[in-house]
Nanobody, 116 residues
Framework: QVQLVESGGGLVRPGASLRLSCAASGFSISGIHMTWVRQPPGKGVEWVSS????????KYKDSVKGRFTISRDNAKNMLYLQMNSLKPEDTAVYYCNTWPTERLSWGQGTQVTVSS
């Protein structure tokens, strides 16, 4: 069964860090471009970051550049998003999927709440 499971979210104060994980099962992410997207409360889904299948190129939404780092471990079938210097506007449910087209069923996401 092809599945994506996101984890690592939580409630943190501004300036804190979190590391999100995306565990893929039922298929290998090796060679597959992957992405993180998020859905802020009451808003639509927005793209956050993407990484090529071999990890050679990464791309970021302007508002997260310099704060977020996407990475992958193909051997472990895992995708990560290291988020530093978190801001209240980063509050959202975060999801992973393939890129540029989200070809897999969405996971449950992981909630990130940044609040003082």
């Amino acid at each position: 069964q092809v599945q994506l499971v996101e984890s690592g979210g939580g409630l943190v104060r501004p300036g804190a860090s979190l590391r999100l994980s995306c565990a893929a099962s039922g298929f290998s992410i090796s060679g597959i471009h992957m992405t993180w997207v998020r859905q802020p409360p009451g808003k639509g889904v927005e793209w956050v970051s993407s990484i090529l299948g071999d990890g050679s190129i990464t791309k970021y939404k302007d508002s997260v550049k310099g704060r977020f780092t996407i990475s992958r471990d193909n051997a472990k079938n895992m995708l990560y998003l290291q988020m530093n210097s978190l801001k209240p506007e980063d509050t959202a449910v975060y999801y992973c999927n393939t890129w540029p087209t989200e070809r897999l069923s969405w996971g449950q996401g992981t909630q990130v709440t940044v609040s003082s």
